[in-house]
């Protein structure tokens, strides 16, 4: 019982973590860039120019599922709503990427974009100044998110609103941001949204070295918000969280603010998914309403349970996996894609809940016997009772 207590306590940040997250790093960010830039094209072993951007999405994509992980694996919250907060940060970016067109637009306008033009906007609406400024677009790219979790989440944790009611709270404050930012005079370019990008930090968007520098940007991205995650899993709030989705009522009758705790994870929650949707944008090009799609917060979901929930690395390897899947098939088969992502959530249900991490942590791998401390060995009695 003690050697097992002593294993479940084992340094979150060990020797072993570390070699893990640097491999990580280092196939992810120094693998694919060097396969990228110095290896000849007609080799088999080079990544075209091409991947690189699908690459970058992929990781935006499992930003996106940490950021869900972190509030439904380990605080019990599952947040069908995390695609709007995805698509706010997108939108900060995407308006910055549109204020440095300038006259290089359609139109030639240097203030108004060519959709404003079209329009007929004779000024500039006011949430749009400052997104000529890469600082203020970073800023609100946490800020806007984040404060909307804040207010929503406050709103609803004070209330004691849990389970699936806060699941279809946060689907249907999803549905509404969908339809509203389809209007045309919400100002955010209504159903086609803000495309057309030229350059971003004056780099041309179109350049090869430039999706690359956008790419490894999203791997330093996964980096920190694995980090960030990790820290607050395996602290003493860490602990409370687990706590809460396990069982809250007790959590509060022994004096600890559920409420608190639970705002506070989830507005971290959403300003990495604000984070990811802004690093997400440049690369794919453009933003629009169908990013607030409810079926899209439901399909991160699905990445999150069948990579593992409660694991992070799990979150982050099955949103890998199944965008994979969903670019071969959507090109193969595309009148399956559908089916066989509602059988993968059936199956992750009722087969293997624990997901691919948790099938791969139950597997009845060799262990390593321990060693007696300083070196003396057990009694012949302890080693017959063992």
């Known amino acids: 019982m003690a050697a097992r207590l002593g294993a479940d306590r084992r340094n979150p940040w060990d020797a072993r973590f570390w070699t893990g997250f640097a491999l990580s790093g280092l196939v992810l960010g120094l693998a694919i860039p060097l396969l990228n830039r110095w290896v000849a094209p007609d080799s088999p072993f080079a990544v075209p120019d091409y991947l690189v951007p699908l690459l970058g999405k992929y990781l935006c994509y499992a930003i996106l599922a940490l950021s869900l992980d972190l509030v439904w694996g380990y605080a019990g919250i599952l947040s069908l709503g995390h695609g709007a907060f995805f698509a706010l940060g997108g939108y ?102 803000l495309t057309d990008y030229k350059d971003i930090l004056g780099w041309d968007l179109h350049l090869p070295e430039t999706r690359l520098g956008l790419y490894l940007a999203t ?41 608190h705790a639970k705002l506070f994870v989830f507005t971290v929650s959403a300003v990495l998914a604000g984070i990811a949707g802004a690093l997400y944008v440049p690369q794919i090009g453009i933003i629009n309403p169908s990013e607030f799609s409810p079926a899209n917060s439901i399909e991160i979901a699905i990445w999150v349970s069948v990579g593992g929930r409660g694991t992070l690395v799990g979150a982050a390897i099955g949103a890998v996996l199944v965008n994979l899947a969903k670019t071969w098939l959507t090109s193969a088969a595309p009148e399956i894609w ?49």
Not at 144 to 173: D, E
Not at 342 to 360: K, N, Q
């Open 338 to 386: 559908l089916f066989f992502l509602g059988g993968l959530f059936v199956l992750t249900t009722l087969v293997f809940p624990r997901g691919i991490v948790g099938i791969f942590r139950h597997l009845p791998w060799p262990r390593a016997r321990r060693a007696s401390p300083m070196g003396v060995k057990p009694p012949v009695a302890a080693e017959k009772q063992t």
């Open 92 to 193: 900060c970016m995407g308006m910055y990427l549109m204020r440095q067109i300038g006259t290089r637009g359609v139109y030639g306008n240097p203030l108004l974009p060519d959709f404003m033009v079209f329009l007929n906007w004779q000024e500039l609406p006011w949430f749009w100044w400052g997104f000529d400024h890469f600082a203020w677009a970073m800023a609100m790219v946490m800020l806007v998110p984040g404060v909307f979790a804040f207010v929503f989440g406050w709103l609803a944790f004070r209330s004691r609103v849990t389970g699936v009611y806060l699941s279809i709270i946060t689907q249907a404050m999803t549905y509404a941001l969908w339809l509203a930012f389809f209007r045309n005079d919400m100002g955010f370019g209504g159903n086609n949204g």
């Open 219 to 259: 791997v330093a991205g996964l980096g920190v918000a694995y980090l960030l995650c990790r820290f607050i899993t395996v602290s003493k709030l860490g602990r409370v969280l687990l706590a809460l989705r396990d069982a809250e009522s007790r959590v509060r009758f022994l004096g600890y603010s559920t409420t």
